[in-house]
């Protein structure tokens, strides 16, 4: 079994910056691949990204390649997903999620078998 904590939500200007952590419990961390979703209100949750357990691969959805950074420091038990150049469309509600099956399609949600609560971000003047 596998708790996942989000946090470092928050309101953020448009073209600004927010860093948001996942803390896991369990001393099994390492063995999980780690992804992040996100769901604006009226939308479906889609993805965002995910890493490896290992941190050694990345991958992440074209809306936010080469403004979003994915890391993980394993022993500490945290994920961070590094969030720049916000933009409005961004805000939404970010989950962290584990799962064993990276390499089986790192951006679908099925699989992955551990969910966080979530952490609001708002990015608003």
């Known amino acids: 079994q596998v708790q996942l904590v989000e946090s470092g939500g928050g309101l953020v200007q448009p073209g600004g910056s927010l860093r948001v952590s996942c803390v896991a419990s369990?001393?099994?961390?390492?063995?999980?691949?780690m992804g992040w979703f996100r769901q604006a209100p009226g939308k479906e949750r889609e993805f965002v990204g995910a890493i490896s357990r290992t941190g050694g691969s990345t991958y992440y959805s074209d809306s936010v390649k080469y403004r979003f950074t994915i890391s993980r420091d394993n022993a500490k038990n945290t994920v961070y997903l590094q969030m720049n150049s916000l933009k409005p469309e961004d805000t939404a509600v970010y989950y962290c999620?584990?799962?064993?099956?990276?390499?089986?399609?790192?951006?679908?949600?099925?699989?992955?078998?551990?969910w966080g609560q979530g952490t609001q971000v708002t990015v608003s003047s």
């Open positions: 999620a584990a799962g064993l099956r990276y390499y089986s399609g790192p951006a679908l949600s099925g699989n992955y078998d551990y």
């Open positions: 369990g001393r099994t961390f390492s063995s999980y691949a």
